[in-house]
Each structure stands twice: as structure tokens, then as C-alpha cells.
């Protein structure tokens, strides 16, 4: 999920490998405080599918391919993360370790190509046309994540912490907060690039806004598992913990928090 600071440089995020693979530190926090995804999306998406094999690019820990697989899915998840794929093994996943460009199909294909919250780290033109290869006449693209804005007063306490902590860091350039239409504009570039395959028709656009509640651990255990903060040294971690926690503690203890999920999704138009 995107966080404050930005998780991936906007220039060429596929490129930024060590934070891609940074991911992987505490796969079973990351499992447990990250939050899934709308039913609504899980239940069009397989609606919008003409069969139930499903292949999840940068799996991670499986979150989206355990709600694919309560659907009645039958899931693949390709993960360049040993450690990621190790724990989605471990919770009853099959996860092929490969970064999706390199990853070989050996002929298999797929009624749906899904990535959740992981295909700024792909390739964005390589991408689409290796899920148009993978995919079956008719098959769904399905990429999507989640944008949120935590209230001003959460979030500009942990980006005067960052600063303070990280000054040099590239991702203090951001916003504290994560502008909506920003993001739009990032899932019309997905769109741009599927539809340039010439292989996808019914490119589209879907919207989800939710909301969640969470306690003061709760975003404090969340916080970690973000790209900004994955790589920090344990005492600057804990100063701007320390912060964020002050923060929602003038709160009351918690906050709410409010989720916009975007996805791109095309279904493709016939044989590779």
C-alpha cells in the first residue's frame, strides 16, 4: 500500500529493486497489519473472468490470493521475495519465486492475471504484454491498490519525523498526505499502457472508498511494513513510532482512516 513518504521514486519505481525486495524483512508483520481488499473488487473481478484460474503478480505474503482463493479461485502467485513467497507458501499458497518478467509460464495460462498493490515494480510495458501471453481469450488484466489519507493530524507528525529523522531521504519530497486524483492519474497511465498492447479491449477504470478504524498499535504495527521505513535503523524507526504515536494519542487512542482502491483492468482480445 502507498505510505508517507512515497514508497517507490516515481521516475522508475520498477526499477528500485533493494526497496522492492525490502518488503520481505518481516513477512509476518507485513501479513498481519496489512489491510485487504474490497469484497466488491474480489467479487467483479471474478464475475469479469470466464474461468477460475487466477495468476497473482508479486503475490507477497498472499493476501489478495487468499481472498481469490475464498472466492473459489484457483490461485498461482508469482513473487520475487523468498521470504514473502516462503510465508504465502506456509498459509496453504502455490508461489513460484521469479520477478513476473523473468518468470516462465511453460505454457500455462490463466482466466485472470491480477496485481495487487505490486505492479509499480513491474516492468509497466513488459508487464502488460507478458500478461496478455499468460492470459486466455477473454481472460481479465486486474490491477489495482490502495490510496489513502490518514487526518492532518497523524500524517503531518510522522513527515516532520521523517524529515527530521531521514533529511537526506529522496522520499521527503512527497506529500504527507496521498493525493487522490495523483493516483488516478498514475492508474490512466496503466490503463494507457494495456490499451497500447493492442491485445486488451474494456480497458477500464473502477473506484472503491471505504473506511477503517484503527487503534494506536494497530497503525504503529502497520507503519513498519511501508517502503519508507522498511530500511531505517532500529532507533529511527522507534523516534518516528515515537511520534506518531503522541500523535494518535492526542486523538484518543485512534483515528479513521479513509481508503479510495483504484484499479486498471482490460480483458484481453484473443490469441498471443
Known sequence: MPTSPREASPAQPHEARRMAESFGVDAHRYDRARPGYPDALVTRIVAGSPGSDVLDVGCGTGIAARQFQAAGCAVLGVEPDARMADFARA?????????????????????????????????????????????????????????????????????????????????????????????????????????????FSDVEQWRFDWERSYTRDQWLDLLPTTGGLTRLRPDQLAEILGAVGSAIDSLGGRFTMTYTTLSATAVRTGPS
Not at 499458497?93 to 495487487?116: I, K, N, S, Y
Not at 494507457?192 to 493492442?198: F, L
Open 91 to 199: 498459509r496453504g499458497l502455490r508461489v513460484e519465486t521469479a520477478t513476473f518478467e523473468t518468470w516462465q509460464p511453460e505454457g500455462r495460462t490463466f482466466d485472470t492475471v491480477v496485481a495487487a498493490q505490486s505492479w509499480h515494480w513491474v516492468d509497466p510495458v513488459a508487464g502488460a504484454v507478458k500478461a496478455a501471453q499468460v492470459l486466455r481469450p477473454g481472460g481479465r488484466l486486474a490491477i489495482f491498490g490502495h490510496v489513502y489519507e490518514p487526518p492532518a493530524e497523524v500524517a503531518d507528525p510522522f513527515a516532520a519525523a521523517f524529515r527530521r529523522v531521514v533529511p537526506d531521504s529522496p522520499f521527503n519530497g512527497g506529500p504527507a498526505r496521498r493525493p487522490l486524483d495523483a493516483y488516478q492519474t498514475v492508474y490512466a497511465k496503466c490503463a494507457d499502457k494495456i490499451r497500447e498492447t493492442g491485445q
